[in-house]
């Protein structure tokens, strides 16, 4: 019993080596394989690069682009101040707070103007009230003489509006003449078009509407200088007919004369002080944003004195910024690519991954030189900051797009590579393998650079390879992309043509 189970583990060791045995050279025949396939690879067939990394050259279209460095600055900021110097009596707003144009503000005190205003309005009543009490009666010959210039007053009035009448109805009847003869016109150059008719019957056609409209426009000079002349008609006999009351009231001239101008004086107190009063009310000059605030409630404000922070004395209540735009300094070089009307790219140092866009809205007229540096202020709107992210101050840089290049040769900057001081390209040898050719290039915008000369459409490049395999194939040192940086950094050079 004891034998049997001795042999029985003996028999089923053997069979677990000769299971072992078994898998272990299953494993030994397929990393051979696995070894042989691989020599076959490597030995036998191109290599990866040759194929999986090999693009071919092509003409595209590139993007002429000038960068610069910018700023976020608002459009307008201006420090909001009361005309009089004055207490703070209610503070509408905190600073980060949008306005509208016309939004109260702040309310400066105003208890001391209400009451001079209701008393300068008394005086004006009374004012009034005398001079209403003067407009009385007058002799009788003086009346008749004054009831005659009326008349005659009148009877201008009468002749300078059927002026007027006849002026209206030449206005109606050129503008219906030049209707008719810019129809007949713009059929005539139709027809010229399709050759029914020679240039010069449209000539004529064009002219006479060209003489149409310098009639109109004589006609319209005549209507205007008739409506003139009804209105000083009309204003003289005003005048007459006031005189011509007064007459009537029985009052002297001179005593009516110096009521109406006491009337006047207690209605200019009377603005003046209503004006005061209103100005008590500061409001936004225009759209924007509290930028900084400067005097609280129960604060004097007094425009006088230069304002820093809070206090119980300042020269101005709030700062308003309005809209946004950017300012990048551009230099000299590149104005004579610049228009107004131009895309502008924005990216901005704490939104990196962030891209807005604007138009050119203006191109300063004038340098600034700093340290013989010269640059020109280009402004730009901003177009797409709905969530408002952009603050003022913020730098950014800015792209300005301006124009392309149609149908030339192109490459992915990361294409370029530099060997030893000389600029090209790696391009496949007869066997497959990346040999260096150099070129010439060009412009770079985006991820595109353009080759001057050195390669021709369809030839084949090789996108990128390794620090590896550029030292496998005896490019060791090699740098790829534009300006010579290493495979992983990937960076540009500064533009070329």
Same mark, same amino acid.
């Given at each position: ?115 001079? !205003? *209701?008393? #300068? @309005?008394?005086?004006? $009543? ?7 009490? %003067?407009?009385? +009666?007058? =002799? ?89 002349? !009804? *209105?000083? #008609? @009309?204003?003289?006999? $005003? ?7 007064? %007459?009537?009231? +029985?009052? =002297? ?141 913020m730098n950014v840089k800015a792209e300005f797009l301006a124009g ?94």
């Amino acid at each position: 019993m004891l034998k049997q189970k001795l042999d029985n583990k003996t028999v089923g060791a053997k069979g677990s080596s000769k299971v072992r045995f078994l898998i272990l050279g299953g494993i030994l025949s397929l990393g051979a394989g696995l070894t042989f396939a691989g020599y076959q690879y490597l030995g036998n067939s191109p290599p990866a690069e040759s194929t999986a990394s090999l693009i071919s050259v092509s003409k595209d279209a590139l993007d002429l682009s000038i960068t610069a460095s910018g700023t976020i600055r608002p459009i307008q900021e201006v420090k909001i101040s009361p005309k009089q110097t004055g207490l703070v009596k209610r503070l509408y707003v905190q600073q980060g707070q949008r306005v509208k144009k016309g939004d109260l503000i702040a309310l400066m005190d105003d208890s001391n103007l209400i009451g001079q !205003v *209701e008393s #300068a @309005r008394s005086a004006m $009543e009374l004012a009034q009230a005398n001079y209403d009490k %003067l407009l009385r +009666g007058n =002799r009788p010959q003086e009346i008749k003489e004054a009831e005659a210039q009326v008349d005659k007053a009148e009877d201008g009035v009468t002749f300078a509006t059927k002026a007027y009448n006849r002026a209206v109805s030449m206005v109606r009847s050129k503008k219906a003449e030049l209707l008719r003869d810019k129809v007949n016109a713009q059929r005539m150059v139709k027809l010229a078009r399709e050759g029914a008719v020679s240039d010069q019957d449209r000539l004529n056609a064009v002219t006479v509407e060209s003489v149409a409209s310098i009639s109109l426009d004589q006609a319209k000079q005549e209507l205007s200088q008739a409506e003139s002349s !009804v *209105e000083q #008609a @009309r204003a003289e006999l $005003e005048t007459l007919k006031q005189r011509l009351s007064l %007459l009537q009231a +029985g009052s =002297r001239e001179e005593d009516i004369r110096a009521a109406r101008h006491a009337v006047s004086q207690a209605r200019g107190q009377l603005k003046f002080l209503s004006s005061q009063l209103n100005d008590c009310r500061i409001k936004a000059p225009f759209n924007g944003v509290i930028s900084q605030k400067y005097a609280d409630e129960g604060a004097i404000v007094a425009p006088t004195t230069a304002a820093a922070t809070t206090s119980a004395t300042s020269s101005s209540i709030v700062a308003l910024a309005g809209e946004l735009e950017m300012v990048a300094s551009v230099s000299e070089t590149d104005m004579a690519h610049l228009r107004v009307g131009q895309t502008t790219r924005i990216i901005a140092n704490a939104y990196p991954d962030r891209q807005f866009t604007g138009k050119v809205v203006l191109i300063a007229p004038a340098a600034v030189v700093t340290q013989n540096v010269t640059t020109f202020e280009v402004h730009s709107t901003i177009e797409d900051d709905r969530e408002g992210l952009l603050m003022s101050g913020m730098n950014v840089k800015a792209e300005f797009l301006a124009g392309q290049l149609p149908d030339v040769l192109t490459v992915p900057a990361v294409c370029i590579i530099s060997e030893k001081g000389k600029t090209g390209v790696l391009v496949p040898d007869e066997n497959g393998n990346p040999q260096f050719k150099k070129v010439r290039i060009g412009r770079t915008a985006g991820n595109k650079t353009r080759i001057l000369s050195g390669l021709k459409d369809g030839d084949q490049v090789f996108l990128s390879l390794t620090e590896e395999q550029l030292a496998e194939h005896g490019y060791e040192g090699a740098k790829w992309g534009r300006g010579g940086k290493s495979v992983r950094r990937k960076m540009g050079l500064p533009r070329g043509r």
